[in-house]
Structure formats: structure tokens, C-alpha cells
């Protein structure tokens, strides 16, 4: 007994590290396979000619995947707005305004209410903006600004502290709550995030009372489709700002937040360009592919993501009638950025990148540029749907906002920005790349 309590903290932490060492993929400790042609090719076989807009196939495509996969894109459900609130009118010493709108989804008591904060530059014509939602509330993405807290107050410090906060930034990177806004008024970019749950929170039985309560004529059954509508909503109020361009408006979400992305791009085409990184399964990654997460795992895990229907599938997903790639071509030609982690097996990169080689021929028939034939080692932000892979894991670091901005900057007009570094899935040292430029090489 004595013998067994001295060695008690020794035979932790080799239980620790048992654990850790057995859940290596979860953790980002193994690397994801950069060889596609050993790979299945995704299943059906696209035609290109059946995703024009408004087009038969098309409706009945996204229909699929409302009945299967997301539930129904809440069609009509109301979007109200109050006034914009100045929270800072020199924001960022002078370079622009913060501010804040309170936006509400739905009617009746069971309507949802989240605060958009955007950073307006301050500039003599109307201008680009990417809209992101957020995993933390708005007190750590705008640090030290009185915006309004998770709890409805105002912020008088961040919500995420202590070993939480320490874990999260450590593990998941510096921008997984903070936003770079300096980069992104570089860029010449407006910048807009919500809290997602603040719209329906992220918590298993209660997300699903929440949605169907909102008082829609449809309601959605999955919080993924909600947050997507989150986007659309606060897409619709910020189009209607003269400050904003309505025709350079783009969204971005990292996680399950990539995956409403992607899904709000397909429902709603006024979104002029994309980025979605790590979405992993049920966004950019095949249903059926073996490697990391799994679509069964995460149906499991958060059955409030999915809609009720998808269990009928999960115990022969050969049998679910959608994959991933059709997605994604119905997102085309909407350009679209694929992030992606070479440590980040969880998320599948490998058959993301897959699914986009898939979904090419559908951007090319549309004159738009696809994905290169050079590989997942390159990043051609040109392109109209691009791949982007850096080393290490699920996380959101310096080097993802490089190559976000630079998408963006090709995509929505603006020119070109400074040098960035930015590091491809195998290089050892930075990269330099100017914007429209394609191709981030290792030298």
C-alpha cells in the first residue's frame, strides 16, 4: 500500500499519457496522409451541368440535404433589427468605429436575439466585410471593449480566463476567440462576428427546444442550420448599411462554425465569397471516409447539430444519399477557401481536399478557376475554390489569417496587401507570398 501511494503520481501521469497517446489523432499528434490518388473517388459522380442556378437538379439536391443531413433551411422566418449602437468611435487609435445591433430571429416569445459587433473602417466609400461567428462571446473577441456580454451586461473583462482560457488559446491558437481586426482593416475589410449560441446555444436538448420555439413558418431542426441562418440574418442587416458593399460580403467560421458557413453559402447566394476552415464531417470532409472524427462519432456526439433524420443513416452511411462533394458544388462558383491543419486528422484534410477536387469541374464549367493540380502542398488564393494546409493542428494562428485575407483580398476586389508568411504543409521555414500571387511554395 505504501509502495502504491509513493508511486501513485508517477502511475498518473502515465495513465495521462496513455490516454493522450491513445486519442493522438483527436490532439492533432498524427499527420494527416498527402497522397490522394491511393483514395476512393467521392461518390456519385457529379454532372456539372446540373448545378446552374435555379435549376431542377439543383433544388432537389439541396432538398436531399435538408432531409438527410441539416433539416429545413428556415424559409421565412422574420429577421428584425434595433439601432446601431457606438461602442467606440475611434476604434484602433482613429482607424475606425466599433459598434454594435442587436438582431432578432423569429416571433413570438420563443423569437432569438444575439449582438452582431462590427468594426467599420473609417473610409469614403462603401467597402468589403467578412462576417464570422464566433466560439466565445463577444467580451474575448473585442477585449477591453464595452460591448455586451454573454450574460446581457455590459463587458468589463473577458469571459474566458483562468486554465480555460490559458488551455483554449495554447491548444486551439491566439485568434480561436480574439479577432485580428488591425489585419483585417489592412486588408480593407470590414469586420462583423456573433456569438453562435448566443442564437441557439450549443448544448444537446436544450438547442432543440430552443429551435422549436422560434415561432418561423419552418423552424430548423439542427443548430447547424440556425447558425447558417444566424449568417443570413446578419448578412441582410449589414448589406442595407451604406457603409457596407453589398456585392463584397463574405463568411467565415472555423470548426462547426465552417461547416454553417458552408451550409449558409448554399442556401443563401447573395454571399459573394467563403472561407471555411477545419470543418471537418458534415461540412467539407466525406461522409463516408474513414479517417478521424467520423460522421457517426460526431452525429453522436452533438445530436444537436444534425437533424433528427440523420440517425436512420448512421449504421450504413453507404446509404445516405448526399456527400460532400455535392455540397460544395453547390456552393460554386462562389469562391471558397477550404482551411486546413496537416495535424488536424480529427477534421479529414485529405478528404476535404478530395470532395474540392470533385467539386472543381463544377467552378470550371462556370469560368471560375478550381483547384490546382499541384497537390494539397499549395495555396493559390486566386483560385475559386482554394485549399489552404499549414502545419499544425485545430486551431486558428497567425498564419490562417495570412491566407484568409489574402483569399479575400483576390475575391472581393481589394489590392494587393502586404507581404504575408505563410507556411505550406510540409515546409520547414516560411513562405513568402504577395497577394494575387498564387502558390506558396516551399523554396
Known sequence: MIWFLKRFPLLLLIGLMALIMSNCTMLGLNYASLETDNKPLPEPPLKATSFAENSAPRTALKRAFEDTLYG??????????????????????????????????????????????????????????????????????????????????????????????????????????????????????????????????????????????????????????????????????????????????ALMGHSRHGKSALIAGVWDRRVDALIAHQSGFAGASLSRSETGEGLVRMAKSYPHWLAPTVRLYLDDLSSLPVEQHELLALLGPTPVLLGNGRSDVWSDPNSSYRAAQAASEVYEMAGAKGLTDTGMRSFDPDAGLAFWMRPGGHSVVSEDIDAFTAFLAAHLGQPAIRESAVQTADCPVSSSIITKVGGAKCP
Open 72 to 249: 429545413p433551411w428556415p424559409e421565412g422566418m422574420p429577421v428584425s433589427h434595433g439601432a446601431w449602437r457606438v461602442v467606440d468611435a475611434d476604434y484602433l487609435a482613429g482607424r475606425g468605429t466599433l459598434e454594435e445591433i442587436e438582431i432578432t430571429v423569429g416571433s413570438g416569445p420563443g423569437a432569438r436575439s444575439f449582438h452582431l459587433v462590427t468594426a467599420f473602417p473609417k473610409a469614403a466609400q462603401a467597402g468589403p466585410l467578412v462576417i464570422s461567428q464566433t466560439f466565445s462571446g463577444n467580451c474575448d473577441v473585442f477585449p477591453g471593449s464595452l460591448v455586451t456580454a454573454s450574460d446581457g451586461g455590459i463587458c468589463d473583462g473577458p469571459e474566458m480566463t483562468g486554465i480555460v482560457g490559458f488551455l483554449a488559446t495554447r491548444i486551439f491558437g491566439t485568434y480561436i476567440a480574439q479577432a485580428p481586426v488591425s489585419r483585417y482593416f489592412d486588408a480593407g475589410l470590414a469586420y462583423a462576428s456573433f456569438y453562435a449560441s448566443e442564437l441557439v446555444p450549443d448544448r444537446n436538448g436544450e438547442a432543440q427546444s430552443v429551435m422549436a420555439g422560434m415561432g418561423g413558418p419552418v423552424n430548423p431542426t439542427s443548430a447547424l442550420m440556425a447558425w447558417a441562418y444566424g449568417f443570413s440574418a446578419a448578412l441582410e442587416v449589414l448589406e442595407a448599411d451604406p457603409r457596407i458593399d453589398a456585392n463584397r460580403t
